[in-house]
């Protein structure tokens, strides 16, 4: 029985097929346009729909002016979540694969010489030393998207400060994440921006405790998407290709959404890990 598949699907996943068997090595360069275009008796087109089929699962990237290459898709890690983790939107504790130090070694942040465990974003083993690790946040009053109200409880349109996040190690983004936090619970307030004033990189947690508002749940839910265009700018993939997405909620002990947040990471170089304790 013949192959029913398209001709470009056939030529991706034999391709694929080479890179996951080691024929086709990390660096090395995808067969040219003209020699797929040959070996399949294909037209340009669809020479080209393969290669993009290629790059958005992360098997490959471009280099301008030097052809399509083999990507390294090995994971970088893990991120841990746990009910003992932190809570800062941007932050996880995260297991490296190949580092080497002390497990759980808090990393400080921007200024910080040793933030809080609650708002440090850890590794685990700590990261070799000639790793810096550093995030990058940015402030800014919106109104709220329809989606976002929807997980905040509260109307279309009534005003958010969103916070994005960028988490850095040696300058490159390996994380990103948007936060959001109704105004009307912490506008005037000592806590309004969660990365300035007294209680800044406590965590949610931590910062709205000082206001009164205890903080008594999380909820979380993770997806995959494509990634958009400024995503894939900043994590160094294709446009398109799978990004896991984690979005959490804080509830009060009135369970009132008091912070939502998504946490964006490659999902071809990075895992979750949930631990699961059972009372009973």
């Not at 465990?117 to 946040?137: C, G, N, V, Y």
């Not at 996040?165 to 000592?190: C, F, K, M």
């Amino acid at each position: 029985m013949g192959d029913s598949r398209p001709v470009y699907l056939r030529i991706a996943d034999d391709l694929r097929r080479r890179i996951d068997e080691g024929g086709l090595a990390v660096g090395d360069r995808i067969p040219s346009r003209s020699e797929l275009k040959r070996a399949y008796e294909a037209s340009d087109q669809t020479v080209d729909r393969a290669v993009r089929v290629l790059k958005a699962a992360g098997y490959a990237e471009g280099q301008f002016g030097r052809g399509v290459f083999v990507t390294d898709r090995a994971p970088l890690g893990t991120l841990l979540r746990s009910t003992g983790a932190v809570d800062s939107p941007f932050a996880a504790q995260i297991r490296c694969y190949g580092g080497r130090g002390a497990p759980g070694a808090p990393v400080p942040g921007p200024g910080d010489p040793a933030p809080p465990r609650d708002t440090a974003l850890t590794l685990d083993p700590a990261p070799p030393r000639d790793t810096t690790l550093t995030w990058e946040a940015t402030s800014s009053e919106t109104p709220a998207p329809a989606p976002i109200a929807e997980r905040l409880g509260i109307g279309t349109g009534e005003p958010v400060l969103c916070t994005q996040y960028e988490y850095l190690a040696n300058r490159h983004p390996v994380q990103l994440a948007t936060s959001w936090e109704p105004l009307t619970i912490t506008e005037g307030t000592d806590v309004a921006l969660p990365e300035r004033g007294p209680y800044a990189r406590r965590g949610v947690r931590g910062r709205l405790a000082a206001i009164g508002v205890r903080v008594v749940r999380a909820r979380e839910l993770v997806g995959s998407r494509p990634a958009t265009t400024p995503e894939a700018e900043a994590l160094g993939c294709a446009a398109g290709q799978c990004v896991t997405v984690v979005e959490r909620t804080h509830f009060d002990g009135d369970d009132r959404a008091v912070e939502t947040s998504d946490i964006v990471v490659r999902a071809d170089r990075w895992r979750l890990e949930y631990t699961i304790a059972f009372t009973s």
